[in-house]
Structures are given as C-alpha cells and as structure tokens.
Antibody
Framework: QVQLVQSGAEVKKPGASVKVSCKAS????????LLWVRQAPGQGLEWMGI????????RYSQNFQGRVTMTRDTSTTTVFMEMARLTSDDTGVYYC??????????????WGQGTLVTVSS | IVLTQSPGTLSVFPGERVTLSCRAS??????LAWYQQKPGHVPRLLIY???NRASGIPARFSGSGLGTEFTLTISSLQPEDLALYFC?????????FGQGTKLEI
C-alpha cells in the first residue's frame, strides 16, 4: 500500500520561508519520482516541480525557479519542499504525489493528504 | 504547454451523457491524463495515456483524443460524479494542468 503522509498546516508571515515534508512508504522509494503540486483556494492545480529520490536531482517549474528547493532524506524516505520569500499568493494546499510505475514522471496515481500553507501578516 | 478546459462550469442532470474538453496549445501526443477532485478531497487519477482507465475507475468514464484536442466522457452521470475535473499533459516540462471544469447540478 503506497502512502504519502505530509506534515501539518503552517501559518507564515510574508517574506518568511516554509518547509513541507512528505514521508513516502519505504517500498520503491528510490525508484519513484515524487512531485509537488499547489492548489490556491478555489483554484486549479499547479505543477511545481519533481525530485528523483535516487540521486536527488530536481526540475522546477519556471514559476517557482529560484524560490523553491526540493530535497530528500533516503534514511527516512521523506522528501521536502521549501519555499522562500512567501507572499499571500502562496497561500494554498500543497500536495506531494507520485506515479505508480517506477522511473516515470506521470501520471500521478498517489497523492498525499495535502498541507495547507497560509501566508498572512 | 497551456491546457484550456471547457466549459468552466457545466450544469448537468444525473443520467446525462457528459463531454468535457481539454485543448493543448501545442502537441501533447498521447501524454494526457484526467483527474477528478471532489470538494475537500485529494485529486484522483481517472484516465492516463488519453484513454486508459486507472485502477478502480468505472467504465462510464472514457477518454479520447490526440495531439491538441482531448475529451473526457461520462456516459451516464451519477450523483457521485459531481466534482472538479482537471486534465494534465506530461509530454513536455512542466507537466501543466488545465484550469478545471466543474460539474454541478
């Protein structure tokens, strides 16, 4: 049973950073890409970026380039998404997700429960 | 690749045949998926590779298309199908989503 368990809700002030974690079930951790998707309140889904847990390589959407960093900890089968210089536009639910098949980057069969990040002064 | 979904909102009756559209700004080949999201829930994969149903998805959901024009069809709408539907292309980086179509009564 594939599980993606995310960290809890966060409230941050503008200009601060946030770090969200996503713990993946240990089976096939190294073989499956993990992705982050954002959903602003009442809005659609926005693809943020992807990390290869095997070697830590990443690719980010240009919309987040320079502000987002994705990392992983293989000892705890956890991936992290850190976003800097937050503004109110960054308020939303952040999901981690991954495909079913190893070595592919989509589609997204499994999703974490989501982490609400609220940016407010 | 920009994905444009239409309509934005669709008012439907249970039992109806429903067709949702997803148009790509350039070629996405067959690398297109559809997701369903019910209020307060996580997105769920419905269709991948344009026309392949994901595990456990009822046969009333079907997908078609190629290149830049894609369609999700629900053959006979059930009350539990009222939700948001998103398409996603994974032909090119970044793997963009459409803005969604909302099905409502």
């Amino acid at each position: 049973q594939v599980q993606l368990v995310q960290s809890g809700a966060e409230v941050k002030k503008p200009g601060a950073s946030v770090k969200v974690s996503c713990k993946a079930s240990a089976d096939s951790f190294a073989g499956n890409f993990l992705l982050w998707v954002r959903q602003a309140p009442g809005q659609g889904l926005e693809w943020m970026g992807i990390i290869n847990p095997r070697d830590g390589t990443t690719r980010y959407s240009q919309n987040f380039q320079g502000r987002v960093t994705m990392t992983r900890d293989t000892s705890t089968t956890t991936v992290f998404m850190e976003m800097a210089r937050l503004t109110s536009d960054d308020t939303g639910v952040y999901y981690c997700a991954r495909p079913h098949r190893e070595g592919v980057t989509a589609p997204l069969d499994y999703w974490g429960q989501g982490t609400l990040v609220t940016v407010s002064s | 690749i920009v994905l444009t979904q239409s309509p934005g909102t669709l008012s439907v009756f249970p039992g109806e045949r429903v067709t949702l559209s997803c148009r790509a700004s350039r070629n996405a080949d067959v690398n297109l998926a559809w997701y369903q999201q019910k209020p307060g829930h996580v997105p769920r994969l419905l269709i991948y590779g344009v026309s392949n149903r994901a595990s456990g998805i009822p046969a009333r959901f079907s997908g078609s298309g190629l290149g830049t024009e894609f369609t999700l069809t629900i053959s006979s709408l059930q009350p539990e199908d009222l939700a948001l539907y998103f398409c996603q292309q994974y032909h090119d980086w970044p793997h963009t989503f459409g803005q969604g179509t909302k099905l409502e009564i």
